[in-house]
């Protein structure tokens, strides 16, 4: 295939066809970037997204990759690139659960949340790196949790691959910094989803509890900081954990 050229800032989300994924691309693309919208398993939610982004105006490109093979996250970004000509911003977004008590956990579990979560971001920011070593300019966002920072119980391989994600933030910043790049993290905390409107009130209200804003987030609050960490604004922050988490874990 061959390298199209692009005027547009181009941003690739992974994991966006739906939940925060698909709330950070929609707000990238309002803010003017080309958007390539990566998908896993449901292509025709991802083309939902797209098709959403080209109805107001913008430009929007459907790519599918299995992130649990941790090599094609590399090509994923190759493919952006050649599509869309370059690559400025990176989320690093795709993730999966596989929750159960460390002492019940399966060797497969922790393997397939670490290859998606953790393996697939290094291996997907290496192949930007690249790239946006040649721009001396670029931006990497990896969205890890409030949990690689407080613990979860039952969600030992989860946790650490969010808090890997944290580490690597740091290393990363420190590496690129001098070729323009800026890497940093958000920590979501109870954002709402699919997921939290089936808790029982119970449960609800214990988590709320904990939480002093007193609700959970919308995806929208952490779309909102991923774009500010894209734009020219944060140009001098790097190496950075933020939360988005109502207070629930201050830094």
Not at 227 to 239: H, K, N, Q, R, V
């Amino acid at each position: 295939m061959t390298e199209v050229s692009s005027p547009v800032k181009v941003a690739l989300v992974t994991g966006s066809s739906r939940g925060l994924g698909k709330a950070m691309a929609l707000r990238l693309a309002q803010d003017g970037y080309a958007v390539a919208i990566h998908y896993g398993r449901n292509q025709a939610e991802a083309e939902k997204v797209a098709a959403e982004v080209q109805a107001a105006g913008g430009r929007a490109e459907v790519f599918g990759a299995d992130l649990t093979v941790t090599a094609n996250a590399g090509t994923l970004v190759d493919d952006v690139i050649k599509a869309m000509g370059r690559l400025d911003v990176l989320v690093n977004n795709a993730g999966i659960t596989r929750d159960t008590l460390a002492i019940r956990m399966k060797d497969e579990d922790w393997d397939a949340v670490l290859q998606t979560n953790l393996s697939s971001a290094f291996t997907a920011s290496r192949a930007a790196i690249k790239h946006m070593m040649r721009a001396r300019s670029g931006r990497i966002i990896n969205i890890a949790s409030v949990v690689g920072l407080m613990g979860n119980p039952g969600q030992a391989n989860y946790v650490a691959s969010k808090a890997g994600l944290i580490g690597l933030t740091k290393a990363l910043a420190k590496e690129y910094g001098g070729r323009g790049i800026t890497v940093n993290a958000v920590a979501p905390g109870f954002i709402q989803s699919d997921m939290t409107a089936e808790l029982n009130e119970d449960t609800r209200t214990a988590y709320l509890a904990g939480i002093p804003l007193a609700r959970f987030g919308q995806p929208e609050d952490v779309a909102a900081l991923v774009a500010f960490l894209a734009s020219e604004s944060a140009g001098y922050i790097t190496g950075q954990t933020i939360g988005v988490d109502g207070g629930l874990y201050p830094h």
